[in-house]
């Protein structure tokens, strides 16, 4: 029930990240530039009331030191960068894996 949870999850984040890259694609082929957009443009143009709160309890809850390196790298590595590695991540946690005998093997 887990595995199968994790892989929707995954698949959502592929999608995510699928349309992301489309985006950024078209953003470019109108700009005649490489144009890529980081998650924190993403999340400020999808929900701009959440994105605040979000950084404040990050920064509360999580290791103070660890939001410089980590979350500011995070926030401004391009989306569908981001939501690949997330659905890379979530599948192979709910990846069912084959038996090493065969299938047709006796047991």
């Known amino acids: 029930m ?7 999850l995954a698949y959502i984040s592929l ?17 005649s530039r490489l144009v890529m957009t980081s998650l924190r443009d993403s999340w ?15 920064r509360s809850h999580l290791y103070p030191m660890l ?3 980590l979350m500011l790298w995070i926030f ?7 939501f690949a590695a997330l659905a890379f991540v979530l599948y192979a946690f709910g990846h069912r894996r ?3 005998a065969g299938r047709f093997a006796a047991r």
């Open 2 to 8: 887990i595995r199968a949870f994790l892989r929707l």
């Open 15 to 31: 999608s995510l990240a699928i349309i992301a890259a489309v985006l950024d694609g078209a953003r470019s082929v109108g700009a």
């Open 44 to 58: 400020q143009s999808f929900s701009p009331s959440t994105l605040v709160p979000a950084e404040d309890y990050i």
């Open 67 to 69: 939001w410089d390196p």
């Open 76 to 82: 401004e590595t391009p989306t569908f960068i981001i």
């Open 98 to 100: 084959e038996q090493r």
